[in-house]
């Protein structure tokens, strides 16, 4: 019945680690987002895929890896977690294009990432 | 390029007092403008949007924004607080060039005091 999901909810890790994200939608929406909220609540996209093609790709470090396997799916991979990857990650959904400007967004419950 | 600025990190009203969340942007062309609503421990949900029909917006839980062009605003209402609404209200701007991504205000965290 969730529209947005993902999985883990919460993430505990050592520094150094790789770890990954899932998400899945089932609104039949052709585009997904990766978004992440710093300690000060701060929301700042960092990637969106239309139909499985890349179309934001935000300043993040080439860490982050965002795969979609299909339109429901954008998974992000993070590799050699790093200490101020701590945040609470939210992917989201919408129809349209791929950059969210006049579309509703549909977001997840987040995943809250805690690097050690 | 757009930005938002939401005014007040913290806003704290009485129990079935007027909420006013403000909100201003900057955007080179005409805006979309748009408010969510995060509850504590879940994911955003939008409660209104503006996208160039009427100036007035209502949106859910009893929420309204008007965009104002000449002060470039888009502050959002409540007649009457509720406990419920007690969240973290995000202001939002992109603009009607397709290329161009959504911009996400700071939050304004709201308190309703009993």
């Known amino acids: 019945d969730t529209a947005v999901s993902q999985t883990p909810k919460y993430l505990v890790t050592q520094m150094g680690n790789d770890k990954s994200i899932k998400c899945e939608q089932n609104?039949?929406?052709?585009?997904m987002y990766w978004y992440k909220q710093d300690s000060k609540k701060f929301l700042k996209i960092m990637f969106s895929?239309?139909?499985?093609?890349?179309?934001i790709n935000e300043t993040v470090p080439n860490r982050f890896s965002p795969k979609s396997p299909d339109k429901a799916h954008l998974n992000l991979h993070i590799n050699s977690l790093e200490l101020g990857d701590s945040a609470v990650y939210f992917c989201?959904?919408?129809?349209?294009?791929?950059?969210?400007?006049?579309?509703?967004?549909?977001f997840g419950p987040g995943t809250r990432l805690l690097v050690l | 390029a757009q930005s938002v600025t939401q005014l007040g990190s913290h806003v704290s009203v009485s129990e079935g007092a007027l909420v006013l969340l403000r909100c201003n942007y900057s955007?080179?062309?005409?805006?979309?403008l748009f408010w969510y609503v995060q509850y504590p421990n879940q994911g955003l949900q939008l409660l209104l949007k503006?996208?160039?029909?009427?100036?007035l917006v209502k949106g859910i839980n009893g929420f309204e924004a008007e965009f104002k062009k000449s002060e470039t605003s888009f502050h959002l209402t409540k007649p009457s607080a509720h406990m419920s609404d007690a969240a973290e209200y995000f202001c939002?701007?992109?603009?009607?060039?397709?290329?161009?991504?959504?911009?996400f205000g700071k939050g304004t965290r709201l308190h309703i005091l009993p």
């Open positions: 989201a959904s919408s129809q349209g294009s791929g950059t969210g400007y006049q579309e509703t967004q549909y």
């Open positions: 609104l039949g929406h052709d585009t």
């Open positions: 895929y239309n139909n499985k093609e890349l179309i």
């Open positions: 955007s080179s062309v005409p805006p979309y």
């Open positions: 503006y996208t160039s029909a009427a100036t």
């Open positions: 939002a701007v992109s603009d009607m060039n397709r290329d161009d991504k959504i911009i």
